[in-house]
């Protein structure tokens, strides 16, 4: 699954209006207005889905690709790709697995939601947390299972959203165009401002 992320560069049009002096300044400074938005949207699109939902910001970003704007081809755009997340990504309960008679003693719940606090996962037949295999601090080594049917095995990963399906959440991506778009107003302003000082100093000197 895959969700874009684009920057209207619509506003450009106003760096060819108020450089129109500076023909040579023109694409230089309507690339750099794109790209610095490009990146600052990067950076708020982690923050934003995390405020949304409890996974990690390292999480989202390796999801993300950033295709950043040239002075001949003013386009740019983020790329979010990325399969259905495992619960192992989010807070679970119990966060190891039960053994003897307290297997059955608690049921295993799912924080998926920021705001919103742990839910029991009601699957047939029902979860159960278990060793994924991995031996390495820095991987996952539990993770919610449950079985395919009556049998013992086999078993299968329980999944939720994707990362993209996050981003394409109402509040996030709204929120996402709304600072691409105030932040691109705010740097081609930069650009237009610093451009016509950096002119003028020139002639003075």
Same mark, same amino acid.
């Given at each position: ?21 500076? /023909? ?26 995390? +405020?949304?939902?409890?996974? !990690?910001?390292? /999480? ?7 295709? #950043? ?11 979010? !790709? ?12 119990? !966060? ?7 297997? #059955? ?9 920021? &705001? ?5 996962? !009601?699957?047939?037949?029902? =979860? ?9 601090? /820095?991987?996952? &080594? ?11 095995? =086999? ?9 993209? +399906? ?10 996402? +165009?709304?600072?691409? &778009? ?6 081609? +302003? ?6 016509? /000082? ?8």
């Amino acid at each position: 699954m895959a969700r874009d992320i684009f920057v209207d560069t619509k506003q450009l049009n106003r760096i060819a209006i108020e450089l129109k002096n500076l /023909d040579n300044q023109i694409p230089g400074a309507a690339s750099s207005a794109v790209n610095r938005t490009l990146d600052f949207v990067y950076t708020r699109i982690g923050r934003l889905v995390t +405020q949304e939902y409890a996974i !990690k910001v390292s /999480d989202v970003k390796k999801t993300m690709t950033k295709y #950043k704007a040239s002075k001949t081809i003013l386009s740019a755009k983020i790329i979010s !790709k990325g399969h259905t997340l495992s619960l192992a990504h989010f807070p679970f309960s119990p !966060k190891k697995p039960m053994t003897g008679g307290r297997r #059955k003693a608690k049921a295993v719940k799912v924080k998926i939601k920021r &705001q919103e606090g742990y839910k029991t996962i !009601k699957t047939n037949p029902l =979860p159960f947390v278990a060793f994924t295999g991995a031996k390495s601090a /820095d991987k996952t &080594q539990f993770n919610v299972f449950k079985r395919e049917g009556s049998s013992r095995l =086999p078993i299968k990963v329980l999944r939720t959203l994707s990362i993209p +399906q996050m981003i394409t959440n109402v509040n996030v991506s709204d929120q996402i +165009q709304k600072l691409a &778009q105030e932040k691109l107003m705010e740097r081609i +302003q930069h650009e237009i401002e610093w451009r016509l /000082d950096k002119a003028a100093q020139k002639v003075k000197e």
